[in-house]
């Protein structure tokens, strides 16, 4: 079956201090990976995707990504965190094939900073 | 440009009653998706357009729910005899709709349906 696993619901984290918020996924084939923020009273907002090639990939915010196709995982990292970024991070994979689009979710890790 | 517009974006409706949910995608995108989103969870694919047709509907919940696009670009999503299960945010998400290429989707505010 299809899934995305976000093993940590909340993280809590030192302002300046590092950050990787953990996303493994079980899909027929390499899917397309995604990361989303929901900030309170926001829409999700894209910060990085990967779809092929280097499997290193930058985000906006400061934020980067790396995949790991032996370990099925997409970790999100930040090297140095800012108060602005406590909000609800969404790891997701979407099919690669013709009409498989829809996006399969995790749970969702709600980050907290403290200043 | 425009984002992704969706009207209303606060309904408290009753047991019962029928709701209209509307999607105002990007302008040029021709890939429109509804999903649903209950507190404390990811979001929950409902179904996807490729222009006019529904390309996927295979998670709408029941026949209750049913979405149009009658004309490939604003969508409707209609629930008739609501419950209290259904009340959530429905969000929805509009992408250029490449063929078999990748894609991103970009989201709108949502619309809080709560049923009484």
């Known amino acids: 079956a299809q899934s995305v696993t976000q093993p940590d619901i909340h993280i809590t984290v030192s302002e300046g201090a590092s950050l990787e918020l953990r996303c493994n996924y079980s899909y027929g084939a390499t899917p397309y990976l995604f990361w989303y923020v929901q900030s309170p009273g926001q829409g999700l907002q894209l910060l990085l995707k990967y779809f092929s090639g280097d499997t290193l990939v930058q985000g906006i915010k400061g934020f980067e990504a790396e995949f790991k196709r032996s370990q099925s995982s997409f970790n999100l990292r930040k090297p140095s965190v800012h108060w602005s970024d406590a909000a609800e991070y969404f790891c997701a994979v979407g099919g690669r094939a013709g009409n498989n689009r829809k996006l399969i979710w995790g749970l969702g890790t709600s980050l907290a900073v403290n200043p | 440009g425009a984002g992704v517009s969706q009207t209303p974006s606060n309904k408290v409706t009753e047991k019962g009653k029928y709701v209209e949910l509307r999607c105002d995608p990007i302008?040029?995108?021709?890939?429109l998706y509804w999903y649903r989103q209950s507190l404390g969870q990811g979001p929950e694919f409902l179904i996807y357009f490729q222009g006019t047709g529904a390309a996927d509907d295979s998670g709408l919940p029941n026949d209750r729910f049913f979405a149009v696009r009658p004309e490939g670009s604003v969508s409707t999503l209609k629930i008739q005899r609501t419950e209290r299960g259904d009340s959530a945010v429905y969000l929805c998400a509009s992408s250029l709709g490449y063929r078999g290429g990748p894609d991103t989707q970009y989201f709108g505010p949502g619309t809080r349906l709560t049923v009484l």
């Open positions: 302008s040029g995108h021709t890939a």
